[in-house]
């Protein structure tokens, strides 16, 4: 379950001692102004501190129902993604990845990981939802999801973006997985 890159970036299941670098990715990762109106306020998220989220922990490597997997590079938790078992899909809830690492490829390979993985499970795709503001605007990583093969399927209203405020939508995106290269027969 381990991916290792030419930068160096070592992609694993989260363990209890990664959770002071978990919560500095999630804290630096986005600004309280960059998020409003668009997920839900920092203030209010289990990531916020290191007691919130040591108390919600559950070993290995969850919170909650969800899969924490993390990214490191020399030792340093550089990013990190959360997953759920969909039954079909695996669905990629969150993920961030440290305000001064951003724009260097860690997300992508951190996406590519979770695809990866949810293959090895025998997934037929990954799904995943960011949101559109309640004056229509979509969260800034909708070209960044898309450029990555990711496909609308729909937009909701659900508890989550009502709670971020009315008005705002969840847009659901979806990335089909196929058959993956190892399990494709000789022609």
Same mark, same amino acid.
């Given at each position: 379950?381990?991916?290792?890159?030419?930068?160096?970036?070592?992609?694993?299941?989260?363990?209890?001692?990664?959770?002071?670098?978990?919560?500095?990715?999630?804290?630096?990762?986005?600004?309280?102004?960059?998020?409003?109106?668009?997920?839900?306020?920092?203030?209010?998220?289990?990531?916020?501190?290191?007691?919130?989220?040591?108390?919600?922990?559950?070993?290995?490597?969850?919170?909650?129902? /969800?899969?924490?997997?993390?990214?490191?590079?020399?030792?340093?938790?550089?990013?990190?993604?959360?997953?759920?078992?969909?039954?079909?899909?695996?669905?990629?809830?969150?993920?961030?990845?440290?305000?001064?690492?951003?724009?260097?490829?860690?997300?992508?390979?951190?996406?590519?990981?979770? /695809?990866?993985?949810?293959?090895?499970?025998?997934?037929?795709?990954?799904?995943?939802?960011?949101?559109?503001?309640?004056?229509?605007?979509?969260?800034?990583?909708?070209?960044?999801?898309?450029?990555?093969?990711?496909?609308?399927?729909?937009?909701?209203?659900?508890?989550?973006?009502?709670?971020?405020?009315?008005?705002?939508?969840?847009?659901?995106?979806?990335?089909?997985?196929?058959?993956?290269?190892?399990?494709?027969?000789?022609?």
């Amino acid at each position: 379950m381990m991916s290792k890159k030419a930068t160096e970036t070592v992609i694993r299941p989260a363990k209890r001692d990664d959770i002071p670098g978990i919560v500095e990715v999630w804290r630096t990762s986005v600004s309280d102004e960059e998020v409003a109106g668009f997920g839900t306020p920092l203030s209010e998220s289990p990531y916020r501190d290191v007691e919130t989220l040591s108390s919600k922990w559950t070993d290995p490597n969850r919170m909650g129902s /969800e899969e924490v997997i993390v990214a490191e590079i020399d030792g340093t938790v550089v990013g990190c993604v959360t997953v759920e078992d969909r039954g079909s899909s695996l669905e990629l809830t969150n993920i961030d990845v440290l305000g001064e690492r951003q724009r260097r490829g860690i997300g992508t390979q951190i996406v590519g990981f979770v /695809e990866d993985l949810a293959r090895r499970q025998g997934k037929d795709a990954v799904t995943l939802g960011t949101s559109r503001s309640a004056a229509g605007v979509p969260w800034r990583s909708l070209p960044w999801w898309q450029a990555r093969g990711y496909h609308i399927t729909h937009e909701e209203e659900n508890d989550w973006s009502r709670s971020i405020g009315p008005g705002a939508k969840e847009i659901r995106m979806m990335k089909c997985l196929g058959t993956s290269p190892a399990n494709t027969p000789d022609l």
